[in-house]
T-cell receptor
């Protein structure tokens, strides 16, 4: 079975401050890990992924995430948040042999001007 | 690259009618397509997975006769909501991967369905 936990419902951060959105996962094999962002009434937009290689992955719009195998985590980070980063963020995982993604419940990020 | 489109973006229909939603991969061949349903402020619920030329695999609890999925080509999948009722009102999102994008699922912009 594969699953994702995003423990916080909402993350509030002041504009210009670092932003972190937490994600932990559970898979039976090696994980493929993803972060997506969703703006209101829109589909999901791909931000970044970890498949293999360097644990620190850089993605779109200045976001990055670090794969930590021992802690089974894949937290999303941005050094300096923008108001336009306010959106719903989803972490997702699938193991190599699985066709389907398991999504977390999503985190609402609110960047305060 | 990796653009997925959906049409229509919004549809309002009367109870009892059928609605077809199209999902297209514009710049890659989507060997696998997925249909999701999303309720307000909730995560995505996978409805079905389809491989090109094969019958869709539906998730438990999803009525295959109500939500007809066709994946007839490598760039097009359709979801038809048959005899729609108000409880079918939701945000439907398709997703695809394949070709040069085997590892990552790319999502369409979604279709807002309102059944009156």
């Amino acid at each position: 079975a594969q699953s994702v936990a995003q423990p916080e419902d909402q993350v509030n951060v002041a504009e210009g401050n670092p932003l972190t959105v937490k994600c932990t996962y559970s898979v039976s094999g090696n994980p493929y890990l993803f972060w997506y962002v969703q703006y209101p009434n829109r589909g999901l937009q791909f931000l970044l992924k970890y498949i293999t290689g360097d644990n620190l992955v850089k993605g779109s719009y200045g976001f990055e995430a670090e794969f930590n195998k021992s802690q089974t985590s894949f937290h999303l980070k941005k050094p300096s948040a923008l108001v336009s980063d306010s959106a719903l963020y989803f972490c997702a995982v699938r193991d190599h042999g699985n066709n389907r993604l398991a999504f977390g419940k999503g985190n609402q990020v609110v960047v305060i001007p | 690259g990796a653009v997925v489109s959906q049409h229509p973006s919004r549809v309002i229909c009367k109870s009892g009618t059928s609605v077809k939603i199209e999902c297209r991969s514009l710049d890659f061949q989507a060997t696998t397509m997925f249909w999701y349903r999303q309720f307000p402020k909730k995560s995505l619920m996978l409805m079905a997975t389809s491989n090109e030329g094969s019958k869709a695999t539906y998730e438990q609890g999803v009525e295959k006769d109500k939500f007809l999925i066709n994946h007839a080509s490598l760039t097009l999948s359709t979801l038809t909501v048959t005899s729609a009722h108000p409880e079918d009102s939701s945000f439907y999102i398709c997703s695809a991967r394949g070709g040069s994008y085997q590892e990552t699922q790319y999502f369409g912009p979604g279709t807002r369905l309102l059944v009156l």
